[in-house]
Each structure stands twice: as C-alpha cells, then as structure tokens.
C-alpha cells in the first residue's frame, strides 16, 4: 500500500475508534532533541554501557559516575520542549476526553507538558528522586535530611538519593503496568511510536493488544524488534506522522 494511502487509512481506523493507546519510546522524544538509547549513531548505549548505568549494581558500584550522567540528562530534558508528535497527541486528547490512552517507556515529562498529563510512565521519572535503600534508623531517611553531593545522601546514615526511575532488573510500578494492560485489552488501535520494542516487558504490549484484537501500526524511521506483531508500518518519524494522523 503506498504511503498516503496507508497513512488515510490509519486515520480512518483512529476517527472510528471508541478507545486506542499510544505506545511511545525514545524515538518519539528525538524531534525534541533528546537522545535515544540505542540508535547507532547518537544513541546514548553508543557512548556508556546501559547495564553499568542503569542498574542498580551501577549505581552502587559507582554512584557519583551515574548521578552526573542522569544530571546531564535531566538538563537535557529541562530545556527540551515537546515536539509536533507530542503536540498533536496532547491536542487530541484535549479535543476527545477519554479516547486516548498514552504508554510511555520515557522518563521525560514531554508527553505531560503536552497535555497528555495522565500519560502512563512504565520506566519512571528521571526528574523525581528517591532513596536507593530502607533507611536503617527508625524513622526512616527524611528529605530534609539530604545533604547535596554527588549524589545527594542522608546526613544522618549515609543513604543515598537516585533517580526515580526503573532501572534493568527492577520492576515496573505495578499499578501503571496494570493499567497500561486494560488500556491496551480495550484498544481498538494501538500506535507504537519511536520505540525497538526491545525491552520487556513494555514490548509485550504490542503482541497483546495485538492478540487482544486491536489494529496495531508501527510508526518508526526504521525497523523495530516488533514490526512481526504489527498489521502495518509506516516509516516516518513521530513529529511528521502523529500530526498528519491526528490534525
Ligand atoms: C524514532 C525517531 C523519530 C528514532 N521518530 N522514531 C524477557 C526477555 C528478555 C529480557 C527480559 C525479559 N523480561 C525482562 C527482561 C530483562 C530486561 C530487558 O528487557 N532486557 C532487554 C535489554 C533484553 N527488562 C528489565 O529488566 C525490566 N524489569 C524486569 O523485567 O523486572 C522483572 C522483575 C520482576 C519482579 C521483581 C524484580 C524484577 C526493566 C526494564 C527497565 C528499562 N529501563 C530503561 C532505563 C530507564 C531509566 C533511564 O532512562 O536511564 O528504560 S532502559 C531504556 O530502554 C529505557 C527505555 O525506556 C527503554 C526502551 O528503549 P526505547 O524507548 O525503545 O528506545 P531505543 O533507543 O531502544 O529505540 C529508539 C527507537 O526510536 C528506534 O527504533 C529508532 O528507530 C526510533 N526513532 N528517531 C520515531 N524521530
């Protein structure tokens, strides 16, 4: 099917659809130019080992390391402003209360400031903070506690602040998962956007709502772990076809 067809008919389906999902990866943020993790080129794997930075056993075998990366990319987010992908979601959602469910693996806020402001965030928030361990006084670390540093830590027993993100081998926040799965169960499109669909378990979304009867279109410059699950393709980026989808 050309392009300005299958891109019509998309359209067709999400104008017809009571309830669809959005699934969105780093891919869907590069338009606003924050760096992807896997992409050859720029991605942020090319420079750093991912299971060095961001794993648990990273943070602790070198917490200051770690801590400035996620200060560069937390600055990086700050000053990043969500693109004509982001916008078009974030207007749609205005304009058709209820009908879009957006998933996101993406720990930036782009997708919030956009509008789409309970947008579902499977891996976090990498501009909330938390303690990396249960503090071991009674009655636990208190905010006011942290002292600045590199990371912060407790002033009192040496714990130490992190990202509130999920990092490789944790779990996702249980009740976001859940929610994500009876968002995709009820969808009658599922768009994945800008993302490998190569790691779990977010990207056993896809094959789910797939089995679950939703039509599901890949939206991604280029092939995706996923693409074998999807009923069609379009190659493009998000902040050309979410607009020429929705607007
Ligand atoms: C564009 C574009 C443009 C470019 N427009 N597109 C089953 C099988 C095998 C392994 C596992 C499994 N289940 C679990 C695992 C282990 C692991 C995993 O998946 N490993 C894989 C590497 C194989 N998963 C986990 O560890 C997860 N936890 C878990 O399973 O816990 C189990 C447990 C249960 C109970 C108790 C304890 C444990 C956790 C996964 C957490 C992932 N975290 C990260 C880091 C977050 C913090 C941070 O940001 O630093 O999340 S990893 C990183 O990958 C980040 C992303 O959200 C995630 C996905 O990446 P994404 O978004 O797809 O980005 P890229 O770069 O890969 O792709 C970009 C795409 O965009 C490309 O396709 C481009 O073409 C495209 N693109 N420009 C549109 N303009």
């Known amino acids: 099917m050309a392009h300005a067809e299958a891109l019509a008919t998309l359209r067709e389906r999400l104008a017809a659809a009571p309830r669809w999902c959005v699934l969105s990866g780093a891919g869907m943020s590069a338009e606003s130019g924050i760096a992807t993790f896997r992409d050859a080129m ?16 990273g943070f602790r075998a070198d917490p200051a390391r770690v801590w400035d990366w996620y200060a560069e990319r937390r600055a990086g987010v700050r000053a990043a402003q969500p693109n004509a992908g982001h916008r078009a979601l974030g207007a749609y959602a205005q304009r058709h209360p209820g009908r879009l469910t957006v998933i996101t693996q993406n720990v930036d ?39 600045a540093g590199s990371p912060p830590h407790c002033e009192r027993c040496g714990n130490l602040v992190r990202p509130d993100v999920v990092w490789f081998g944790e779990p996702l926040p249980l009740a976001v998962f859940d929610a994500a799965q009876r968002a995709v169960d009820a969808a009658a499109v599922l768009l994945v956007v800008g993302t490998s669909g190569a790691v779990w378990p977010a990207a056993g979304l896809v094959a789910r709502a797939h ?9 991604n410059p280029e092939a995706s772990e996923v693409d074998d699950e999807a009923d069609q393709c379009l190659r493009g980026t998000a902040a050309t076809l979410l607009p020429a989808l929705l607007d």
Do not use: K, Y
């Open 109 to 147: 806020d782009l997708h919030q400031r956009a509008g789409n402001t309970d947008a579902l965030r499977l891996h976090g928030d990498v501009l909330g903070e938390r303690w990396l361990d249960r503090c071991r006084r009674d009655p636990g670390c208190h905010p006011d506690w942290a002292l």
């Open 42 to 57: 720029s991605g942020l794997w090319s420079r750093f080992d991912p299971m060095q930075l961001a794993s648990e056993a």
């Open 211 to 219: 089995r679950a009867g939703a039509w599901v279109a890949i939206l």
